[in-house]
């Protein structure tokens, strides 16, 4: 029929220009993304050989490089190696993080940064920006409460590394001297369960002088056949209060902010979503100088921040990638969100007292 031809022709000339109106579907950057893109991508790019002379290498993002630049620059800000609870040694992180596109990688072990120089020297090879870090393992404990949580802070650091390296290495090793008395704790109530474990396989699991964690007494009991996996040892026995559960000498959460400062780092709350009072917790951690919170799951999705609406003014939010045993950098980032790290980072480490570019 003639008119329904034209009213069909009509129709698709319509959706033709909405779609030109669009952009031909494809979403223009703003002017505030733009500047977050081009900053953060000169400054991933920027020549190895300035770094030694100008403090903008350093989590500068204001610098201008006359280069082509990828659009699709991937940052990885949380990531685990075998020298705590990763699966992989550092160099194998790296290349395995590079295989991925990721162009700049926080190795942030569990209460240690011995395997960050390893990790330096292996993306020299490979052109990766690596960011020192640790995630450290605290405990919060609420006034006028008997119960106390367990919570992670991550800590950030320049290519320095942290201003005052030795109290910030004691801090640490105090820690990891409690993962072991505590993984001990944990294998004599699973022995007291009728779930025998021995301490040579935990050790031998965790690796020569690699503190412990409930992740390898997880995988032994896998190894041991008392649980079918992982996610079954946490359920059952290891999660926070569980028969099996047990704590170390983790220093209050608060401590460990204050002391990320004095070091000269940028300290970020990990997974709040796992706490039970989150927003208690972060005011608290706010009060004291917390920089930030991750958001955003290893699946790249946003998690429900709906009990943030009550904390105001908070500073930053990040993401969450743990790439030890699992394909990385299949969520890019939003580049707002890394212009505000980077700045903020800077900011930080050029106000520390004892920062040395």
Not at 67 to 86: I, M, Q
Not at 214 to 230: D, F, K, P
Not at 245 to 271: D, N
Not at 279 to 299: M, N, P, Q, T
Request: proline fraction near 4%; glycine fraction near 8%; hydrophobic fraction near 40%.
């Amino acid at each position: 029929m003639v008119g329904d031809g034209h009213v069909e022709k009509r129709s698709k000339d319509k959706k033709k220009k909405k779609k030109q109106k669009r952009g031909g579907g494809k979403k223009k950057m703003t002017a505030e993304q733009s500047l977050a893109f081009n900053s953060v991508t000169e400054w991933v790019y920027l020549d190895q050989s300035h770094s030694s002379s100008s403090s903008e290498d350093d989590f500068g993002v204001h610098q201008i490089l006359n280069r082509a630049v990828d659009n699709n620059v991937v940052f990885e800000l949380h990531s685990h190696s075998n020298f705590s609870d990763g699966y992989l040694s550092p160099s194998k992180l790296v290349e395995r993080a590079h295989c991925n596109g990721v162009k700049v990688l926080a190795l942030t072990d569990h209460d240690t940064m011995s395997g960050i120089p390893e990790a330096i020297e292996t993306a020299r090879r490979f052109g990766i920006k690596i960011i020192p870090g640790v995630e450290i393992s605290t405990i919060f404990s609420q006034r006028g409460s008997e119960s106390e949580e367990p919570v992670h802070i991550l800590a950030y650091y320049s290519s320095c590394g942290p201003s005052k390296y030795e109290e910030l290495e004691n801090f640490l090793a105090n820690i990891r001297d409690g993962r072991f008395l505590r993984a001990k704790d944990m294998i004599l109530k699973l022995n007291k369960l009728k779930l025998p474990l021995k301490w040579e396989h935990v050790a031998k699991i965790a690796g020569k002088g690699v503190a412990p964690g409930r992740l390898h007494v997880a995988r032994a009991m896998v190894e041991a056949g008392h649980v079918e996996n992982l996610k079954q040892a946490f359920a059952r026995y290891l999660y926070d209060g569980g028969p099996a559960y047990s704590t170390g000498s983790e220093p209050l959460a608060e401590v460990a902010v204050q002391l990320i400062h004095r070091t000269g780092g940028l300290a970020v709350l990990a997974h709040p979503w796992a706490l039970k009072n989150p927003a208690a917790i972060i005011r608290k951690l706010k009060d004291v100088g917390l920089h930030g919170l991750e958001v955003y799951r290893s699946d790249g999705k946003l998690v429900d921040v709906n009990f943030l609406e009550k904390i105001d003014n908070f500073l930053l939010l990040l993401c969450l990638r743990q790439i030890s045993n699992c394909d990385c950098a299949l969520y890019p980032y939003p580049w707002q969100l890394l212009y505000d790290f980077l700045g903020l980072l800077a900011s930080v480490l050029s106000n520390s007292p004892d920062f040395i570019i």
